[in-house]
């Protein structure tokens, strides 16, 4: 049984927090947290602390807290020599501070705490120190989830950029198409089958091979149809420079 804490409260731990409550290999022990409304239902209120320093010794601390607070907490954690884990795709490994074995427990996905996540499916990207830690470390892992994979520090900031393309930068296109259709009064929907059908061609073809659409096909005219009809700069912009990095695949 591998005792396990959880500093955090917010998206990522609130589902850390379910998966690992479900998993029999783990026990979790604490869970710190000044926002207590979260996860309150979630876990026996004994269990739920709002004070690092009454941090109880575990095998495993996962810091779950926002990128910039995560060298100042490892650092503030009182216990030594234990395994302490950050949960972010850019803070590099060796921010966190020394006096524990530092290590990495990367899910990639993105989260919302009113949005339930098969946690079995989440890829967890895992760093260690230590060969043993990571024994560890996967043990966990594979305990919520049936994909891990061993992602050193310059790997996972090249993936968290590439998450960031293809999750935040898509999802700010869905809102350019939704204020689009909005304004013209037309119902969002319309465009979800489209939407489902793109995301399920990638899963067997490469992105290059499912690209479809005027820039794809050189339809200038089209494209000059399209940009007489944004009147926003911005979205002129953005379908422009979109346009131009479809078309440089070529």
């Given at each position: 049984?591998?005792t396990?804490?959880?500093?955090?409260?917010?998206?990522?731990?609130?589902?850390?927090?379910?998966?690992?409550?479900?998993?029999?290999?783990?026990?979790?022990?604490?869970v710190?947290?000044?926002?207590?409304?979260?996860?309150?239902h979630?876990?026996?209120?004994?269990q739920?602390?709002?004070?690092?320093?009454?941090?109880?010794?575990?095998?495993?601390?996962?810091?779950?807290?926002s990128?910039?607070?995560?060298?100042?907490?490892?650092?503030?954690?009182?216990?030594?020599?234990?395994?302490?884990?950050?949960?972010?795709?850019?803070?590099?490994?060796?921010?966190?501070?020394?006096?524990?074995?530092?290590?990495?427990?990367y899910?990639?996905?993105?989260?919302?705490?009113?949005?339930?996540?098969?946690?079995?499916?989440?890829?967890?990207?895992?760093?260690?120190?230590?060969?043993?830690?990571?024994?560890?470390?996967?043990?966990?892992?594979?305990?919520i989830?049936?994909?891990?994979?061993?992602?050193?520090?310059?790997?996972?900031?090249?993936?968290?950029?590439?998450?960031?393309?293809?999750?935040?930068?898509?999802?700010?296109?869905?809102?350019?198409?939704?204020?689009?259709?909005?304004?013209n009064?037309?119902?969002?929907?319309?465009?979800?089958?489209?939407?489902?059908?793109?995301?399920?061609?990638?899963?067997?073809?490469?992105?290059?091979?499912?690209?479809?659409g005027?820039?794809?096909?050189?339809?200038?005219?089209?494209?000059?149809?399209?940009?007489?009809?944004?009147?926003?700069?911005?979205?002129?912009?953005?379908?422009?420079?979109?346009?131009?990095s479809?078309?440089?695949?070529?």
């Amino acid at each position: 049984m591998i005792t396990v804490s959880i500093i955090g409260s917010g998206n990522v731990a609130f589902h850390l927090i379910s998966a690992l409550k479900k998993a029999p290999e783990i026990k979790l022990m604490q869970v710190c947290a000044r926002d207590k409304k979260n996860i309150q239902h979630l876990v026996d209120s004994t269990q739920i602390i709002s004070n690092i320093e009454d941090l109880e010794t575990v095998d495993v601390c996962i810091i779950a807290v926002s990128d910039a607070a995560i060298s100042k907490v490892s650092e503030s954690i009182k216990f030594e020599n234990k395994i302490v884990a950050h949960t972010s795709g850019s803070i590099a490994m060796k921010d966190l501070y020394a006096k524990n074995r530092r290590a990495v427990f990367y899910p990639l996905q993105t989260f919302s705490i009113h949005k339930e996540v098969d946690f079995s499916k989440i890829p967890i990207c895992i760093e260690c120190e230590d060969s043993d830690d990571y024994e560890i470390i996967e043990k966990i892992a594979l305990s919520i989830s049936k994909v891990t994979y061993s992602i050193d520090t310059k790997q996972r900031k090249a993936l968290h950029v590439s998450a960031v393309f293809v999750n935040n930068f898509v999802n700010e296109l869905y809102e350019v198409g939704y204020e689009i259709c909005r304004e013209n009064k037309i119902s969002f929907d319309i465009l979800k089958p489209l939407i489902k059908e793109t995301a399920e061609k990638i899963q067997t073809l490469t992105p290059t091979e499912a690209q479809t659409g005027p820039a794809k096909r050189k339809d200038q005219q089209t494209i000059s149809t399209h940009l007489d009809f944004l009147k926003d700069q911005k979205k002129k912009d953005i379908y422009t420079l979109m346009t131009q990095s479809i078309q440089s695949h070529e």
